[in-house]
């Protein structure tokens, strides 16, 4: 499985962004895909989860992002509200039977 995630970029607070990831290759058994991130200096943290039907956000998020899995391949993580504190390089995931595959990341900076 390979991923490819898009849409980062700079914007000032209170704005938004949408984040996509394409997985190709062994698509369609995948479980579960995912939204990570890294800010500077900081260890690697969850933001948001799709596993069926299920649905899971980070606290610091809830309420302004959104995570939709349109199909089989695409993963999309609407951000609305950012604030400086979102700034990270933002990776997508995906849960292959006990296998996970990550993508190369995107950056997403907040600042005025």
């Known amino acids: 499985v390979q991923l490819q995630a898009s849409g980062g970029g700079l914007v000032q607070p209170g704005e938004s962004l949408r984040l996509s990831c394409v997985a190709s290759?062994?698509?369609?058994?995948?479980?579960?895909m995912g939204w990570y991130r890294r800010a500077p200096g900081k260890e690697r943290e969850l933001v948001a989860l799709s596993t069926g039907s299920i649905r899971r956000y980070a606290d610091s998020v809830k309420g302004r992002f959104t995570i939709s899995r349109d199909s089989k391949s695409t993963l999309t993580l609407q951000m609305n509200s950012l604030k400086p504190e979102d700034t990270a390089v933002y990776y997508c995931?995906?849960?292959?039977?006990?296998?996970?595959?990550w993508g190369q990341g995107t950056q997403v900076t907040v600042s005025s």
């Open positions: 290759g062994r698509v369609f058994d995948i479980n579960g």
């Open positions: 995931n995906a849960v292959r039977n006990t296998q996970i595959y």
